[in-house]
């Protein structure tokens, strides 16, 4: 509104300038030569339209920019949960988790390090993960692996989510000291728990040891992050990691599969 009083006032003030122009003292003057007149007023008045016109433009470039600075920014949250309700694969993601395969590590103390260096990779699309044998998932390394997940967990419903991450391993009768495993586990970046623990040795029939979570869940797409390690036992036969989860429709823990687990894909 100011801005069209100012853009009034100066049209007037030209206006008046005209006419001052045309009526002033040499008016008589001005009537014996009537035609150039009339076209200096023209050539004003097209001057004065040019004038108005660039004004009114600039006013609304300015609003307009105003206007888009105070937007709102815009996180990933909405684009995350429409993915999630139109199936995930559509908007470039694809099912299950990315698995990269690392060395494990030779001593307990450094089960919370994660290795700069990998082996291997693949996907997981849930299941148990043959740590032991990660030939069985293209992976061409002899020796006992830790893997990494990396992907998006769908949720499908609102509460209480839990995941656990279980070991199993069997081994000879010649060992004395346990294995020792780790599960640490992040949200959006936010860590929601980090769990060690020992598998009994010996393990001449499977033994295992279990660690969860729970985190509180919308619908939606989440950044899932997972680090399981375990050390490696004397005489070992085959050690098993897998990942489980427990919904608020679920009565207990079940093997999370490849619909709940979701990678980007190229």
């Known amino acids: 509104m100011t801005q069209r009083k100012s853009v009034g006032g100066l049209a007037l003030g030209i206006g008046i300038a005209a006419l001052s122009f045309v009526e002033g003292p040499g008016f008589a003057l001005a009537q014996d030569r009537q035609p150039e007149t009339q076209k200096q007023l023209d050539r004003i008045e097209q001057k004065l339209d040019s004038l108005i016109e660039h004004l009114g433009i600039t006013g609304q470039g300015g609003a307009s920019a105003k206007s888009n600075d105070s937007m709102p920014a815009t996180g990933n949250d909405d684009a995350k949960k429409q993915a999630s309700s139109e199936g995930g694969a559509s908007q470039g993601y694809q099912r299950g988790a990315l698995a990269i395969a690392r060395a494990a590590p030779a001593k307990k103390d ?10 291997g990779s693949f996907v997981y699309i849930g299941g148990a993960i ?19 997940l990396q992907g998006w967990l769908k949720i499908a419903e609102p509460g209480r989510t839990q995941l656990a991450v279980e070991y199993r391993a069997t081994t000879g009768s010649n060992v004395f000291v346990n294995a020792g495993c780790i599960a640490s586990l992040w949200l ?18 499977q033994k295992s040891v279990s660690f969860i979570f729970g985190a509180d869940l919308q619908p939606g797409l989440y950044k899932l992050r997972a680090w399981l390690a375990c050390t490696e036992p004397r005489d070992l036969r085959a050690l098993n ?3 489980l989860i427990k919904t608020p429709g679920d009565m207990n823990l079940r093997m999370i599969d490849s619909g709940e687990l979701l990678h980007q894909g190229s």
């Open 110 to 119: 450094n089960l919370p390090d994660i290795p700069a260096d990998s082996v």
């Open 130 to 148: 043959p740590l032991s044998e990660p030939s069985r998932n293209g992976v061409l390394y002899t020796g006992l692996t830790s893997v990494e």
């Open 188 to 205: 959006e970046d936010r860590s929601i728990g980090s769990q060690h623990g020992e598998i009994p040795m010996p393990a001449r029939e």
């Open 241 to 243: 990691a897998q990942l």
